[in-house]
């Protein structure tokens, strides 16, 4: 059974860069998935972030295109998620989350997530 | 940039009744790239239904979708307690996966 867990920071100051960690356990991130980064602001509804694939190649949303670095640690299992030059507006729930399948339709089918972790912009 | 439209915002049914949930798109979505979730309070969304009808592992039958082109259906046929949530649509576009805002499925 595949599990992710979030870790990082729970406070970033403005101006600052936001850097979290999806550890997988169950399962090896060189499986045929995609791995993705969605966020929730308190209150409000879901944000795809971008995606990664074990073999380094990236997909990020163009409206945080410019601010947003995903990486993959085969070695350790995981993939990170750095978003740069963050606001208040960055305030939200962070979640990781496995793609279903490498084919367009199946990566964006989110089947397994994380427990989410709570990351607040402020000084 | 697609996007998607949830209605109605909040539905109020009692439980064994029939709920029907809208996502509709701004342009022509493929089928294959639309999505279903369930988000409950302090929790993870659940996939649903992936390729706007097929039931991901796990899913009971009373959950359907259906639709194509602008138009996509949640069906839950007969609300049981647990599926009082919010419940989001999603599809790929513009380089980018989005989500609706979302449809509120509370008690009555």
């Known amino acids: 059974q595949v599990q992710l867990q979030e870790s990082g920071p729970g406070l970033v100051k403005p101006s600052g860069t936001l850097s979290l960690t999806c550890a997988v356990s169950?399962?090896?991130?060189?499986?045929?998935?995609?791995w993705s980064w969605v966020r929730q602001p308190p209150g409000k509804g879901l944000e795809w972030i971008g995606e990664i694939y074990h073999s380094g190649s990236t997909n990020y949303n163009p409206s945080l295109k410019s601010r947003v670095t995903i990486s993959v640690d085969k070695s350790k299992n995981q993939f990170s998620l750095k978003l740069s030059s963050v606001t208040a507006a960055d305030t939200a729930v962070y979640y990781c989350?496995?793609?279903?399948?490498?084919?367009?339709?199946?990566?964006?089918?989110?089947?397994?997530w994380g427990q989410g972790t709570m990351v607040t912009v402020s000084s | 940039e697609i996007v998607l439209t949830q209605s109605p915002g909040t539905l109020s049914l009692s439980p064994g009744e029939r709920a029907t949930l809208s996502c509709r798109a701004s342009q022509s979505v493929s089928s294959s790239y639309l999505a279903w979730y369930q988000q409950k309070p302090g929790q993870a969304p659940r996939l649903l239904i992936y390729g706007a009808s097929s039931r991901a592992t796990g899913i009971p039958d009373r959950f359907s979708g259906s639709g194509s082109g602008t138009d996509f259906t949640l069906t839950i046929s007969r609300l049981e307690p647990e599926d009082f949530a919010v419940y989001y649509c999603?599809?790929?576009?513009?380089?980018?996966?989005?989500f609706g805002q979302g449809t509120k499925v509370e008690i009555k």
């Open positions: 169950g399962g090896s991130i060189s499986s045929s998935n995609w």
């Open positions: 999603q599809q790929y576009g513009s380089s980018a996966w989005t």
């Open positions: 989350a496995r793609g279903m399948g490498v084919v367009l339709g199946l990566r964006g089918a989110f089947d397994i």
